[in-house]
């Protein structure tokens, strides 16, 4: 399952931060049932991932090692790939095991030229979602905002996009008239959010026909912000996922539950409908062949194939 996180605002929408939030809880909520792989398609070493989730300590000493651009990340994938290498243990030895058991960070490497990586990505973009969908059972990738190759890639591929909105009229109005084909596979975060400006939740679902289960927020928060800052966002969230939560953290954890199990929910529609489009393909597999294998006509077939479901 390929979920991408996504904004049309440019590069200060919280897109990193809110995706890191969410799939910490995700996570969490599953207990580690389920294996996540997060990448991103930029490469600001000052926002990225790795920034959020790793503390600086972890990532020097990575680096000093030699490693971390060589054997880690992906670029490096990209080019095991061209050279006809697609198996997932490439995937699963090429990422940075993250505090919580089940999360694996898939850095971005060393891009000098990203025209270039943009292009390769292009390239091979089938092949790298489908070893990334072999070693993982969610994928997810903070996009970057501008509309290059693998952004518009990445978006078309996507079977969920995360779109993280603010409070500001501006960004709000410019996505809901300028980026219509996203809205059928979209879910909402709006990020920093604060219940007290104009363009609350509610306002948003009613001005633009939204349904308020597919719309979720991550106030802000300054213990969340002051995690995010020293790579501790992990050990933020696990504090208080399980343990007491102070009164001031209890409204932020409550409302980023929700915007978790939002995600969650269009996870699960969306496998539904995969699910029933397989289930279709075989059964007119089988009318195709003419007698089918019930030695009948193949409307009728389909009609019995049908009341087996």
């Known amino acids: 399952m390929k979920i991408a996180f996504w904004s049309n605002g440019g590069n200060n929408m919280c897109v990193t931060s809110n995706m890191a939030c969410i799939t910490s809880i995700i996570s969490l909520k599953n207990a580690g049932m389920k ?8 490469f600001n070493k000052e926002r990225g991932l ?27 994938i990209l080019k095991r790939i061209f050279i006809g290498e697609t198996h997932e243990e490439i995937i ?56 290059n190759l693998s952004t518009k890639q990445i978006l078309y591929d996507a079977d969920i996009v995360v779109v993280n909105l603010s409070q500001n009229s ?23 959010y604060q219940p007290e400006k104009r363009w609350t939740r509610k306002k948003i679902c009613y001005e633009f ?18 995690a995010l800052e020293y790579g501790k966002l992990q050990y933020f969230l696990n504090y ?11 409204y932020f954890m409550r409302q980023c539950k929700k915007s978790a199990n939002i995600i969650l929910n269009m996870i699960s529609e969306v496998k539904k409908k995969k699910e029933r489009q397989q289930r279709q393909i075989y059964i007119d597999d089988i009318c195709k062949s003419g007698i089918g294998e019930f030695g009948m006509r193949p409307e009728y077939s389909r009609q019995k194939i049908n009341s087996y479901k």
């Open 35 to 42: 294996r996540e792989i997060l990448l991103e398609n930029h």
């Open 50 to 76: 790795e920034r959020v989730l790793i503390q600086q300590d972890k990532i020097d000493f990575l680096r000093e090692t030699g490693g971390y651009y060589v054997k880690y990340g992906l670029e490096y």
């Open 92 to 147: 699963k030895s090429s990422t940075i095991n993250l505090l919580l058991s089940n999360m694996f960070l898939l850095p971005s490497g060393m891009v000098f030229n990203k025209e270039v990586f943009n292009y390769d990505f292009s390239l091979v973009h089938n092949e790298l979602f489908e070893m990334l969908e072999k070693a993982g059972d969610y994928v997810f990738i903070d996009t970057e905002s501008n509309q």
């Open 170 to 192: 501006k960004n709000i109005y410019d996505f809901f008239e300028n980026y219509t084909s996203l809205r059928e596979k979209a879910v909402y975060i709006v990020g920093k």
């Open 209 to 226: 026909n939204i349904p308020r289960n597919k719309i979720g927020v991550i106030p802000y928060n300054s213990e969340f912000s002051e």
């Open 240 to 250: 208080n996922f399980t343990g007491p939560v102070r009164m001031e953290n209890e």
